[in-house]
């Protein structure tokens, strides 16, 4: 340890006041290792500082004790920022007051803890007044997926967290909390601003929300937090982007860049939310504002190119629960939506949730000056229960031809035009209308660190080098294994014979050079699988033909598996213009199998033929457990035949009854099934067994001599569209609802069937 008293002398005299007597000449400590720290922590004082030095900290789960004050906080900072990493298993606890911590970074690990960054140091030792700024979190994730963690779990009163980078959080467990489980903890006056929340992928299950305050518990209780000039970047986790579970916070001037989910003011009264931006660039289930509960304002928000429907919608008034438990709905009364712009958003939902048990509407609410545009001139309302509790006053819409709602609306022809702010604003209409012209959303090089790079649009294939591989024995292993992620493997034409599972921890993609019929590339194994997707992996296939003809005489044999314990990446997988044939050595040889815990974000098989095959095309139904869990986000299947497929092309099981989640989806389309899923081992007995799937289409397709698509409803009412089908020698749908004893609603269409 080094204690640099001439540079602490130097900074206490020129920033610390002399006049002052009670002021103790600040030093710093330099330290090199986690003796030193330990060391340098037991003799600071205030205004002190500890300088972590350059380079990897592994394992160091760093307690940062002690007592500031306003005018001399404790710091603890890097020799250079950005070049401190903490890694392996390491964390950091803060307890005590006036501390700093600033210029970490969080990478190549996880905390072994509850949280990375705790704001206390146990039940009764927590933080106050401090502060966490320009700090890193980067795919910091536990390796399991569904162990469940925070990223930063903030304890204690009058505390910030600002100007902080959390990236690519893809374990279980809401990316920060703000926890009020203790009365030391409540009234806090938090404030977290100008944070950089990136990418968070689609969690398939509940528990990704990007930032909750409160739990449902203490919701009643006020928490004063202020969350302001925040960036949410893509954050996808699910339903949830933020969800406020307290009283009396302020969620004012974030930015919500084709983000899936909503803020959701879930529990909790007197919550302002204002000045946010919402852009969706029509990316699906991108979603706004739901309002629940008691004097909320909703002021002078702006949404634009928000798909979301819904509870995922541009802007939700949902229904209540009369004398609702504290979990579930209560109902809106005394807020206020006013102000507002939303253009091209496809969805306002007013009583939404409406049922038998959500069956109190909202109540002494003001819907006031706001402006919705939609080029279409749509309406966007959708109105669920009697909403006369709601008073409309002096809104405008784009000249809808028949509004649902009619008084407090202005119809007519609107013109729009793009601000500096980069926002919409009407021409010629009265300024008072709308979201307000001075609003300046904050961008995304304003918030965050400077020093550590944000992350673009995302590619998976297709984006490295193009690599030639020629016909023979082992020459695609060969080049499987060098290939860096996003490289295109080009085969030539001729025989590949392959005698191991490939392994890709990399996206690679593996086509043919030229993609002709009939295909002339031709590929047989050795192993009980072709392909094997591990953590970080991802496969797209090209013009190939895949035979089965080689594979060993055992059952269960596979083309592509997942790793068979969980994993923490999603993955892709694309198959186009691929011919699979001769899987029928032994039972149950399946195209892809997965793991529990595993998850695609898409699965597509396009222009392909499938054909004798003795177990499923895609078997996704591994997740048994009945928590709202499944293994694919979308599934497409389109102008692709299969033929003597004994088991189900595809079984999609997701059960349970959470809510939390918008996928999984269906898109089947120009296919043809002949003799598929008759089989005595399909355990879907079913051609295609879909259950608790959220969103299906199934159209244009042509089933012969299978039996009948069975789908079975659970929750989220699932929108099902069956149209334009031929089915010939196979029983029609059947639409089972699980957890309702309502008609199921599928839409079922201009389907033709025949004996035969
Ligand atoms: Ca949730």
């Given at each position: 340890m080094m204690k640099l008293f001439p540079q602490g002398l130097f900074l206490a005299l020129t920033s610390a006041t002399l006049l002052n007597s009670n002021t103790v000449l600040s030093a710093d400590y330099k330290v090199a290792n986690q003796q030193e720290y330990a060391e340098a922590l037991s003799s600071i004082d205030k205004g002190d500082s500890i300088i972590l030095a350059n380079g990897v900290w592994n394992d160091f789960e760093i307690l940062f004790e002690g007592k500031g004050s306003k005018d001399q906080p404790i710091t603890l900072m890097p020799e250079t920022k950005g070049q401190v990493i903490l890694s392996g298993q390491s964390n950091l606890r803060l307890a005590g007051e006036h501390l700093v911590v600033s210029g970490l970074v969080f990478k190549n690990g996880y905390t072994p803890t509850s949280a990375v960054i705790s704001y206390r140091k146990s039940k009764q030792k927590l933080a106050n007044y401090t502060r966490v700024t320009e700090v890193v979190i980067d795919n910091f994730s536990n390796p399991e997926r569904f162990e469940n963690d925070y990223w930063v779990a903030m304890y204690g009163k009058h505390n910030r967290f600002d100007h902080n980078h959390l990236e690519g959080k893809l374990n279980k467990g809401v990316t920060m909390a703000v926890r009020l489980n203790t009365p030391e903890s409540r009234e806090n006056y938090h404030r977290i601003d100008h944070n950089y929340f990136g990418p968070r992928p689609i969690l398939g299950s509940n528990g990704g929300e990007t930032l909750r305050v409160g739990t449902s518990h203490?919701?009643?209780?006020?928490?004063?937090?202020?969350?302001?000039?925040?960036?949410?970047?893509?954050?996808d986790g699910e339903l949830e982007i933020i969800s406020n579970k307290s009283g009396n916070n302020k969620l004012i001037g974030n930015v919500f860049f084709e983000s899936r989910g909503t803020l959701t003011m879930r529990h909790g009264n007197d919550n302002t939310v204002s000045e946010n931006v919402f852009f969706g660039n029509g990316v699906d289930h991108t979603g706004g504002i739901r309002l629940i509960n008691k004097r909320q304002t909703i002021k002078n928000n702006y949404m634009e190119g928000?798909?979301?429907?819904?509870?995922?919608?541009?802007?939700?008034?949902?229904?209540?629960?009369?004398?609702?438990?504290?979990?579930?709905?209560?109902?809106?009364?005394?807020?206020?939506?006013?102000?507002?712009?939303?253009?091209?958003?496809?969805?306002?939902q007013l009583a939404a949730g409406s049922d038998a048990e959500r069956s109190a509407v909202p109540i002494r609410t003001t819907f006031k000056n706001n402006i919705i545009f939609n080029d279409n001139k749509k309406d966007t309302f959708t109105v669920y229960d009697d909403v006369s509790g709601i008073a409309f006053e002096n809104n405008v819409l784009n000249k809808v031809e028949k509004p649902t709602i009619a008084g407090g609306f202005v119809s007519k022809e609107l013109t729009m035009k793009r601000a500096d702010n980069g926002l919409m604003y009407t021409v010629g209409e009265p300024k008072s209308v709308g979201v307000s012209q001075s609003l300046k959303p904050i961008q995304k090089n304003q918030v965050g660190v400077s020093w550590y790079p944000k992350p673009?649009?995302?590619?998976?294939?297709?984006?490295?080098?193009?690599?030639?591989?020629?016909?023979?024995?082992?020459?695609?292993?060969?080049?499987?294994a060098s290939a860096k992620d996003g490289d295109t493997l080009v085969l030539s034409a001729g025989d590949y014979s392959v005698s191991r599972t490939m392994v890709l921890d990399k996206a690679v993609t593996v086509k043919a050079a030229s993609v002709i019929k009939p295909l002339n590339v031709t590929i047989s194994y050795q192993r009980g699988a072709l392909f094997e997707i591990q953590h970080g992996g991802s496969l797209k296939l090209q013009g190939l033909k895949i035979s089965g003809s080689e594979s060993p005489d055992s059952s269960n044999n596979r083309v592509i598996r997942t790793v068979r314990r969980s994993m923490l990446t999603n993955y892709n997988l694309v198959v186009d213009n691929v011919e699979v044939v001769d899987l029928d050595v032994n039972h149950s040889f399946t195209f892809l199998s997965v793991g529990k815990g595993t998850f695609a974000d898409n699965i597509e098989i396009t222009n392909s033929h499938f054909k004798n095959i003795t177990g499923y095309i895609l078997a996704l139904a591994e997740e048994s457990d009945d928590d709202g869990i499944y293994n694919a986000e979308y599934v497409t299947i389109k102008n692709s035949t299969f033929e003597n497929v004994q088991g189900a092309v595809l079984n999609f099981y997701r059960g349970g009854r959470d809510e939390s989640t918008f996928g999984p989806h269906l898109d089947m389309s120009g296919n043809l099934l002949s003799n598929v899923g008759n089989g005595k081992r399909n355990k879907a007995e079913a051609a295609v067994r879909l259950q608790g799937v959220q969103v299906t289409s199934i159209k244009d397709n042509e089933f012969k001599n299978t039996p009948a698509i069975n789908i079975i409803h659970t929750v989220g009412e699932p929108r099902t569209r069956i149209e334009k089908n031929r089915f010939i020698a196979t029983p029609v749908p059947t639409v089972v609802e699980l957890n309702s004893d309502e008609e199921n609603t599928a839409i079922i269409v201009d389907n033709l069937v025949k004996v035969k």
């Open positions: 203490y919701s009643l209780s006020d928490s004063f937090t202020t969350v302001e000039n925040n960036y949410f970047d893509r954050c928000l798909a979301g429907y819904r509870f995922g919608g541009a802007l939700v008034v949902m229904n209540g629960v009369p004398n609702s438990s504290i979990n579930r709905y209560h109902q809106v009364e005394d807020s206020f939506i006013e102000n507002n712009t939303l253009v091209n958003s496809d969805h306002i673009g649009p995302k590619k998976v294939f297709d984006k490295g080098q193009i690599i030639t591989v020629k016909a023979g024995i082992d020459t695609l292993p060969k080049a499987v």
